[in-house]
């Protein structure tokens, strides 16, 4: 996920952008998500109820692709597929951009016609061919 302000949307089902990326910020920082932290219930992470809220309080993840691109260096080969879902392709697209604007070598691979899994032969060739000739 390259910025889960963005991707807050994408999905149809809105359960693991509000519950999901806060539960594994919650891990990676361990610290408590907004609502907890203040002793109130716990609340679904909804970007526009954050952005007045100090950073500890923030429910999306601090340390974020976006965040950090800037730092980038590490030549990057970017893998997303249209129906890989709750993931929009588009956060694909954005860290494939900027790493491109900050001119790390970069790939993309796009496969509009697959899910989580690269299934249909002549993609997983293509994937397998991508990904050989990266490393």
Wanted: aromatic share 12%; glycine share 6%.
């Amino acid at each position: 996920m390259f910025n889960p302000q963005s991707a807050y949307g994408d999905p149809e089902e809105l359960w693991f952008n509000e519950w999901g990326v806060p539960d594994l910020c919650h891990d990676c920082r361990g610290q408590r998500t907004f609502g907890e932290a203040d002793g109130g219930p716990r609340l679904p992470a909804q970007p526009w109820n954050n952005f007045d809220k100090p950073a500890a309080m923030d429910p999306f993840p601090q340390v974020v692709a976006e965040l950090s691109i800037r730092n980038a260096k590490t030549p990057t080969l970017v893998i997303h597929s249209q129906r890989r879902l709750p993931l929009d392709v588009s956060q694909g697209f954005q860290l494939f951009t900027a790493l491109q604007r900050r001119n790390v070598p970069s790939k993309m691979l796009y496969f509009p016609d697959e899910g989580h899994w690269v299934l249909k032969p002549q993609n997983s060739r293509l994937w397998y061919e991508t990904v050989g000739d990266w490393v």
